[in-house]
């Protein structure tokens, strides 16, 4: 075997493993990052192929368009945390004192 077919078939079993990755993460960054890491590697088996624009157009287009919709789509819709602790909810309570104790200052501003 050449070491074309040799680095082909390593490329394709971590395509294959980098892809499985994505079906089994349950946090969705880690799924994001197996997702890059497998169109990645579909782009070098484009550019070990000799196919320099179809591995361009994979990282540019793929790789790079899908993964910010996938991350600004988790950064939207991520609900707020909930309080855990008395201590947050103690921040808060905090936080609402201040907004209404600094209401006349900024209302007539």
């Not at 077919?5 to 980098?18: D, K, M, P």
């Not at 890059?36 to 368009?65: D, E, M, P």
């Not at 899908?66 to 991520?78: K, Q, S, W």
């Amino acid at each position: 075997m050449s070491g074309e077919a040799i680095a082909f078939y390593l490329l394709a079993l971590l395509v294959a493993g980098s892809a499985f990755g994505c079906v089994i993460a349950r946090n969705i960054v880690r799924m994001a990052l197996c997702l890059l890491g497998t169109l990645g590697r579909v782009a070098l088996l484009y550019f070990l192929l000799s196919a320099s624009f179809l591995g361009v157009i994979q990282l540019i287009v793929y790789a790079g368009g899908t993964l910010v919709v996938i991350v600004f789509g988790v950064m939207l819709t991520a609900g707020p945390r909930a309080c855990s602790s008395g201590r947050d909810a103690a921040r808060r309570s905090a936080g609402r004192l201040c907004a209404w104790a600094s209401w006349p200052v900024w209302w007539r501003s």
